[in-house]
């Protein structure tokens, strides 16, 4: 049998898509060690709360989370988280992560909110308000501004609020810049300060992913 004109080649393989939320609960003790893996996102989110609420009521100190194996992470699962935070400081407990994905890491370090879950179990209390006396008064610094950002991108693009506070996520994500940071861009240039092109693009960019998801207009759940 004559040998074809041309070389076969074997179909390249599809690279494999990232698996769904998965959440494994590990009583240890009187704290439980939760470990998150698979895509939190928008989709995600009802499911993330659920499972973490659940973990929470069963802890009696508090919970460790071990997301290593998040693959994407976003202001929806952001906002789970310190929503779950709050819930466990009103309980007296605590929560905890004990270990990130890049990814994950890189959001909470960019919104500023990783030292809120990085104090040990078994810290004092007095440490503990001093760390919360701390963050309380960063956070009333810089809310302003980003609550005026977000404005700025509702009056200007029409979004609802959770949708600006994604823009602001996305876009501080993107460009490696501190949320807060991004904030005062964008009140800044509208009063006259010429915005980067960069964060010009990446804001149109946000903008335009929003609306082509679907998933624009949702209730506000932004917390942070």
Known sequence: MPEPAYPTQSA????????????AVRP??????????????LHAADDL???????????????????????FCDCSALNVLLVLREQA????????????SPVAERLLTLTGTLPQFTE????????????????????????PTIDLARGVLMAT????????????VMVSQ????????????LVTAVRGQPLP??????VSAAVSRLAGSGDRGAPDDEDA
Request: hydrophobic share 40%.
């Open 89 to 100: 400081l009103a309980e007296e407990k605590t929560v905890t992560i004990q270990a990130l």
């Open 49 to 71: 709360r659920a499972a973490l609420r659940d973990a929470l009521k069963s802890a009696a100190k508090g919970i460790d989370l071990d997301l290593r194996g998040v693959t």
């Open 197 to 202: 092109d960069a964060i010009q693009r990446q």
């Open 12 to 23: 390249t393989p599809a690279a494999p898509r990232p698996g769904p939320l998965s959440v």
């Open 174 to 185: 993107n460009t490696n810049t501190k949320l807060h940071l991004l904030a005062q861009d």
């Open 157 to 168: 693009f029409g979004l609802s609020p959770q949708d600006a506070w994604h823009v602001l």
């Open 120 to 143: 040990a179990a078994d810290e004092d209390d007095d440490h503990d308000l001093g760390v919360e006396v701390v963050q309380l008064r960063r956070a009333m610094q810089t809310r």
């Open 28 to 41: 240890d003790d009187v704290r439980s060690v939760v470990t998150v893996r698979g895509e939190l996102d």
